[in-house]
T-cell receptor
Framework: GAGVSQSPRYKVAKRGQDVALRCDPI?????LFWYQQALGQGPEFLTY????????KSGLPSDRFFAERPEGSVSTLKIQRTQQEDSAVYLC????????????FGPGTRLTVL | AQSVAQPEDQVNVAEGNPLTVKCTYS??????LFWYVQYPNRGLQFLLK??????LVKGSYGFEAEFNKSQTSFHLKKPSALVSDSALYFC????????????FGTGTQLKVEL
């Protein structure tokens, strides 16, 4: 398929563990976004890459959250020392780069922190 | 700062009747408005967008939306609802000063009944 893929689809972590969430964007898409969707809420912006450059990380809730896209394609969102409030669905999206172009979303990773 | 309001948590409509899902927004600069639909355990799917030009935009699955600058609204409409339209609908906005990130509303659950 040519869509955005994310792995794993589900992740259960014990409080204090580190987790890494992967996103494979649509080939050729220069922009990549991470959003966090809490239960019953709309997605909230976390961070944005254009190619390998992280242009906006204003939505990352704490310094435990870290994202990278070293080669301008695949991206990883890492959460260190997970807390219960980190439980959410993490959505990745990609687009061709213009501000008015639609973002294409992956299926998300549901993170549950026990 | 940019924001979106979806005043209705749920909208119920009978199959075959017209439907409207409401959205209002606030941005600095020119708005770019989007509607997405989310089915259970699936990612967000793009429906339609407004960038500029004609205030009535048409999208996927027979949906359309009307941009109203004076009322800062972007309501989603469909002339004849189907049971299969039942899903969670999100309005989102970005702008020329928004840095590409989307700001979403809290979502409206649409239920279409026979």
């Amino acid at each position: 398929g040519a869509g955005v893929s994310q792995s794993p689809r589900y992740k259960v972590a014990k409080r204090g563990q580190d987790v890494a969430l992967r996103c494979d964007p649509i080939s050729g898409h220069v922009s990549l976004f991470w959003y966090q969707q809490a239960l019953g809420q709309g997605p909230e912006f976390l961070t944005y890459f254009q190619n390998e450059a992280q242009l906006d990380k204003s939505g990352l809730p704490s310094d435990r959250f870290f994202a990278e896209r070293p080669e301008g394609s695949v991206s990883t969102l890492k959460i260190q020392r997970t807390q219960q409030e980190d439980s959410a669905v993490y959505l990745c999206a990609s687009s061709t780069g213009r501000v008015y172009n639609e973002q294409f979303f992956g299926p998300g990773t549901r993170l549950t922190v026990l | 700062a940019q924001s979106v309001a979806q005043p209705e948590d749920q909208v119920n409509v009978a199959e075959g009747n017209p439907l409207t899902v409401k959205c209002t927004y606030s941005v600095s600069g020119n708005p770019y408005l989007f509607w997405y639909v989310q089915y259970p355990n699936r990612g967000l799917q793009f429906l339609l967008k407004y960038i500029t030009g004609d205030n009535l935009v048409k999208g996927s699955y027979g949906f359309e939306a009307e941009f109203n600058k004076s009322q800062t609204s972007f309501h989603l409409k469909k002339p004849s609802a189907l049971v299969s339209d039942s899903a969670l609908y999100f309005c989102a906005v970005t702008s020329t000063g928004g840095g590409n990130k989307l700001t979403f509303g809290t979502g409206t659950q649409l239920k279409v009944e026979l």
